[in-house]
């Protein structure tokens, strides 16, 4: 199984980015799949979850309001609306996924992971 994430890239406060992470060697439309964020020297932070269908969605409370998680279970891929971005943003972005129905806020709870991309938001 393998996930890729791209995307990412460096951009000024304000602006917009969308990740994407396309899945292959398994089809999600079983499977959780989630966003985390990680800065150096701190654990994974959950900052956006998808269930099966894409009707559940869950997000951290710092990006409320302004990303938007989103899947093509067909593409087997899922996606990050980034928008209104901001200095604290900045972060290497992982997609996960696990074969499990409810949507998980904890990164070690998570079987299967992409190898991040980039983010960066300059002020």
């Known amino acids: 199984v393998q996930l890729q994430a791209s995307g990412g890239g460096l951009v000024q406060a304000g602006d917009s980015l969308r990740l994407s992470c396309v899945v292959s060697g398994r089809t999600i439309s079983k499977n959780i799949m989630a966003w985390f964020a990680q800065v150096p020297g701190k654990e994974r932070e959950f900052v956006a979850g998808?269930?099966?269908?894409?009707?559940?969605?869950y997000y951290g409370d710092s990006v409320k309001g302004r990303f938007t998680i989103s899947r093509d279970n067909p593409k087997n891929t899922v996606y990050l609306q980034m928008n209104s971005l901001k200095p604290e943003d900045t972060a290497v972005y992982y997609c996960?996924?696990?074969?499990?129905?409810?949507?998980?806020?904890?990164?070690?709870?998570?079987?299967?992971w992409g190898q991040g991309t980039q983010v960066t938001v300059s002020s």
């Open positions: 996960a996924a696990d074969p499990s129905y409810k949507v998980r806020y904890v990164s070690d709870e998570y079987h299967f």
């Open positions: 998808i269930g099966w269908t894409g009707v559940r969605k």
